[in-house]
């Protein structure tokens, strides 16, 4: 438990947090971004290859940005929670929850992949 107490409080690590947010979140309009312009260019020219160029592209860094985001966060969480475990074994579910939630952003990052492959 005081493991815990110390890594939500310490500054670093929330710094990290927000950072790793902010790198999905921009991934997120980047691929947005970039798969809009390139049907406007490929509606412009008629060609379907610069969409399908922009789409992958598109997908690769969504999935490639949410999971080095979603490793980072898995290993920071894993850290904290073996370390709050080992003092107290009674909280071991609560640290599960935190590791599974940095996963999460991964999932998300797949998510958006596969919307901009086969939606957009």
Known sequence: MK???LLLADRRFR???????VIAVFSAFTTISMV????EAGAAQGG???TALAKALGAGLAVGLAGIGG???VGVAGA???SAVAENREISGTALLFVALGEG???YG????LLVLFVI
């Open 3 to 5: 493991a815990l107490k």
């Open 15 to 21: 710094a990290i947090a927000v950072l790793v947010a």
């Open 36 to 39: 809009a312009s390139a049907q």
């Open 48 to 50: 379907a290859a610069s």
């Open 71 to 73: 490793g980072y966060a």
């Open 80 to 82: 904290a929670a073996i």
């Open 105 to 107: 952003i991964a999932i």
């Open 110 to 113: 797949l998510l958006v992949s």
